[in-house]
T-cell receptor
């Protein structure tokens, strides 16, 4: 079945630094979504990417969808303590099933 | 802002007992989902529901699981005979789909502990 892998599993970042988390799907996706989950919380939708090569920005967050629609990345600039949490990508190939990656757990050192 | 609600927030049950987890999706949404997340692990798709029927289910969603939308507002997940490995956080989600753009809203979850 479809698999979605994310790296790194953990990211320790100094406040103010940038980092990137990567997502790779075993199958071509119709769209990919990103979610943030704070410790003890529920996943919160961040964005959806649909088009090959699409790039979207939300303030300090930049999301990219690969040309082959099998990979994606999330880049965060000038990390803040409010960025702490686990970032999940989730891919939809066909149908209604959304397959989540394992997540990147982000810890910020002040 | 509209939100998905879930009850109860916590449920403790004995192995073999039936549990019903309840969700109230956002009112004008048409697509509903159940996911589970074992502590510290990723979110796993269980089932999707559209037009009053299951549209897709995962291999986790076996005969012990069922979903219903009994009254047009509530969306329930029933586990008939719970097993220890059913212990997890269960999230309900509802989705809006407009011009090909999807936004999925998760509820706060029900933490199920099977003893």
């Amino acid at each position: 079945g479809q698999q979605v892998m994310q790296i790194p599993q953990y990211q320790h970042v100094q406040e103010g630094e940038d980092f990137t988390t990567y997502c790779n799907s075993s199958t071509t996706l119709s769209n990919i979504q990103w979610y943030k989950q704070r410790p003890g919380g529920h996943p919160v939708f961040l964005i959806q990417l649909v088009k090959s090569g699409e790039v979207k920005k939300q303030k300090r967050l930049t999301f990219q969808f690969g040309e082959a629609k099998k990979n994606s990345s999330l880049h965060i600039t000038a990390t803040q303590t409010t960025d702490v949490g686990t970032y999940f990508c989730a891919g939809r190939a066909a149908g209604n099933k959304l397959t989540f990656g394992g997540g990147t757990r982000v810890l910020v050192k002040p | 802002e509209p939100e998905v609600t879930q009850t109860p927030s916590h449920q403790v049950t004995q192995m073999g007992q039936e549990v019903i987890l309840r969700c109230v999706p956002i009112s004008n949404h048409l697509y509903f989902y159940w996911y589970r997340q074992i502590l510290g692990q990723k979110v796993e798709f269980l089932v999707s529901f559209y037009n009053n029927e299951i549209s897709e289910k995962s291999e986790i969603f076996d005969d012990q699981f069922s979903v219903e939308r009994p009254d047009g507002s509530n969306f329930t997940l029933k586990i008939r005979s719970t097993k220890l490995e059913d212990s997890a956080m269960y999230f309900c989600a509802s989705m809006s789909r407009l011009a090909g753009l999807e936004t999925q809203y998760f509820g706060p979850g029900t933490r199920l502990l099977v003893l």
